[in-house]
T-cell receptor
Framework: DTGVSQDPRHKITKRGQNVTFRCDPI?????LYWYRQTLGQGPEFLTY????????KSRLLSDRFSAERPKGSFSTLEIQRTEQGDSAMYLC???????????FGSGTQLSVL | DQQVKQNSPSLSVQEGRISILNCDYT??????FLWYKKYPAEGPTFLIS?????DKNEDGRFTVFLNKSAKHLSLHIVPSQPGDSAVYFC???????????FGTGTLLAVQP
């Protein structure tokens, strides 16, 4: 399977705990995006990387959120001191060069109890 | 500030008939528009796109129409099939932005 893969598919955590998600993009894709989707809403942009450089972050990304893409390959998204409002589907997408035709992974569903 | 709006949360259509999904946008800097389809427990998948220099783009059963003066686009699916049942998201980008802005989605149910 050469698509975008995300791990884990589901994560249940208690409020206040830290969680980390991983995304493996399509191998030759230089851009990697993180989106968040809540029930009844469309995907909302969080941040994106071009190779290893994080070029843009949304105001939605509070100080508790951090994303990395070491060596321009896989990416991790960490949420510290989780809150119930962080419960959502976290989607990763990759593309080659442009923002059109993003290829999405299946997402990580986070539930904060 | 919802820059891309899909005002119909859901739509039900009979198999074989036409499905029309609508999308409005407010940002005049948008110059490229896309439709994505999403099945439950999967990520969105690209369906069809249109540049602002065109007013129509067709791909098989799917056609997207763009009315720039009205800041409105629509996706036509004809004939509709039960496998088309999914959530459809309209998305846009343009100007200096390097990210897609998505609408809230329309759940399409195609009844056999």
């Amino acid at each position: 399977d050469t698509g975008v893969s995300q791990d884990p598919r589901h994560k249940i955590t208690k409020r206040g705990q830290n969680v980390t998600f991983r995304c493996d993009p399509i191998s030759e894709h230089n851009r990697l995006y993180w989106y968040r989707q809540t029930l009844g809403q469309g995907p909302e942009f969080l941040t994106y990387f071009q190779n290893e450089a994080q070029l843009e972050k949304s105001r939605l990304l509070s100080d508790r959120f951090s994303a990395e893409r070491p060596k321009g390959s896989f990416s991790t998204l960490e949420i510290q001191r989780t809150e119930q409002g962080d419960s959502a589907m976290y989607l990763c997408a990759s593309s080659l060069g442009g923002v059109d035709k993003l290829f999405f992974g299946s997402g990580t569903q986070l539930s904060v109890l | 500030d919802q820059q891309v709006k899909q005002n119909s949360p859901s739509l039900s259509v009979q198999e074989g008939r036409i499905s029309i999904l609508n999308c409005d946008y407010t940002n005049s800097m948008f110059d490229y528009f896309l439709w994505y389809k999403k099945y439950p427990a999967e990520g969105p998948t690209f369906l069809i796109s249109i540049s602002s220099i065109k007013d129509k783009n067709e791909d098989g059963r799917f056609t997207v129409f763009l009315n720039k003066s009205a800041k409105h686009l629509s996706l036509h699916i004809v004939p509709s099939q039960p496998g088309d049942s999914a959530v459809y998201f309209c998305a846009a980008y343009g100007g200096a932005t390097n990210k897609l802005i998505f609408g809230t989605g329309t759940l399409l149910a195609v009844q056999p």
